[in-house]
């Protein structure tokens, strides 16, 4: 069953719209914010609060660093997010010069782990009939891409480098690249 969407602005300082925002999660599926996560508590609009409202409420938040560490208070973007989570490690020079990736890489791959994590808990929802508390970081989410990495950092102190270029890329006579897979 599909249910309509709706799109509202609100002035969460005001009484009023803290009033209207709670109206609406009454019946809301998903909550979802991209506030610093202190925000959320000082405007009534965090999780406790709203599934008090309602408990069927599926409550997520998209943070530069999550809710709740050392860094929960700061604003984050995607170059922070890359370079905190060792993303940035990946992409170097030969002279070790952090190399941008040239596209937001941790914006998108974030905003995936959000659709996938608010599926899981309206599936969850179904068995259980309670909504949840989701927190997904840009930070998080550069960790999760480079864990391989980590990986081999963790177990044998390797720290990621620039690297030769793989068997499957070619340069042409054109000087364009080829890159192949089999």
């Not at 808990?121 to 949840?132: E, F, M, S, Y």
Request: net charge positive; glycine share 10%.
């Amino acid at each position: 069953e599909f249910r309509r969407v709706l799109f509202r602005s609100l002035d969460l300082q005001a009484p009023e719209g803290r009033e209207a925002l709670h109206k609406l999660a009454a019946s809301a599926d998903v909550f979802f914010g991209t506030s610093l996560p202190p925000a959320y508590k000082k405007l009534g609009a965090d999780y406790e609060t709203l599934s008090q409202v309602n408990p069927k409420l599926i409550h997520c938040t998209f943070s530069g660093y999550g809710l709740d560490n050392a860094f929960s208070g700061y604003p984050g973007n995607e170059s922070s997010a890359r370079g905190l989570s060792g993303l940035s490690s990946l992409t170097l020079m030969p002279d070790g010069t952090p190399l941008d990736p040239g596209y937001l890489v941790l914006n998108m791959y974030a905003a995936s782990l959000v659709a996938v994590a608010v599926q899981g808990a309206l599936l969850a929802r179904l068995k259980t009939g309670r909504g949840q508390r989701l927190d997904v970081a840009q930070s998080e989410a550069g960790t999760f891409i480079a864990n391989i990495q980590a990986a081999h950092y963790l177990r044998r102190g390797d720290v990621p480098g620039a690297r030769p270029l793989g068997l499957n890329y070619l340069q042409c006579r054109d000087g364009l690249w080829l890159t192949s897979a089999a």
